[in-house]
């Protein structure tokens, strides 16, 4: 059989845009592998809450950032995510997590670990792997084939966050969104952006169907190129 080349794919942009839903059925249609960096960031932050450490205090972030195991499961029909060993994907989107995870993900020993992680991660992807998070395109894989940077209005985005939270408040939730954005696209160290080279693609007026459709003929048609 004639072996493909392995395709790497980037996609960022901020909470709600429909990162994680595209990139795990992209992945699942075309047989590439999937990571989802922001479950890392969260596995990371829910170790730091549970044993303690202060979240107000970076530098007591750094010194535990090489403490925890993240161990992440790229099959996208059945993504894991595991710390020392548990399996941490339901604490991991608690609001508890949700409201510390931009100032744990801002520090740098932090950041210079999981980036190790991920990119070890898409090495190992044999036919290509679809990472989705905040940095991908402009930082973790620079040289990737394929970088798509999703947008939407806040509204909408709230919209769908608060649909998936039952009996969330859309307006609290589109406030919280918005503070997380800030500090995501304000931090010093690879804050959310859009590489230059990145296409954009806003979902606001988009079914998800049709953005998946969207993302699977540009990387088909990066592939063809190849
Ligand atoms: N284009 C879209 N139209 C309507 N709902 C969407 C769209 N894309 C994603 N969603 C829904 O919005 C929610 C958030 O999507 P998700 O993929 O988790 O976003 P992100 O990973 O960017 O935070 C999910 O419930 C998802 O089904
Ligand atoms: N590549 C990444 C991915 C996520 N993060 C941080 C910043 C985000 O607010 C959190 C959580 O990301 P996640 O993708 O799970 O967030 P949402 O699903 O969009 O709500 O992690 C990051 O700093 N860099």
């Given amino acids: 059989m004639e072996s493909v080349p392995a395709v790497i794919v980037a996609i960022d942009g901020p909470s709600g845009t429909g990162k994680s839903s595209t990139s795990k059925a992209v992945a699942a249609q075309l047989g590439l592998s999937y990571l989802d960096t922001g479950a890392q960031y969260r596995a990371i932050t829910w170790w730091m809450v549970t044993n303690g450490i202060d979240i107000d205090d970076p530098s007591a972030i750094a010194d535990a950032a090489g403490k925890p195991e993240i161990v992440s499961g790229t099959d996208p029909e059945r993504p894991t995510i595991t710390v020392d060993g548990t399996d941490v994907s339901a604490p991991i ?54 970088k798509i940077f999703l947008t939407a209005s806040p509204e909408a985005r709230a919209a769908r966050r608060s649909g998936e939270l039952k009996g969330a408040d859309v307006n609290a939730t589109r406030e919280a969104l918005i503070k997380r954005d800030a500090a995501d696209s304000g931090r010093k160290t690879s804050p959310l952006a859009k590489a230059d080279d990145a296409v954009e693609v806003d979902t606001t007026e988009l079914t998800l169907q049709q953005v998946i459709e969207c993302v699977v003929t540009l990387v088909e048609e990066k592939r063809a190129a190849k």
């Fill in 93 to 146: 989107r608690t609001q508890e997590v949700t409201a510390r995870v931009s100032a744990v993900s801002a520090v740098p020993e932090v950041r210079t670990r999981i980036t190790e992680l991920q990119r070890s991660l898409a090495a190992a992807a044999e036919r290509g792997i679809v990472v989705e998070g905040r940095d991908i395109g402009t930082t973790v894989l620079p040289d990737a084939d394929l």
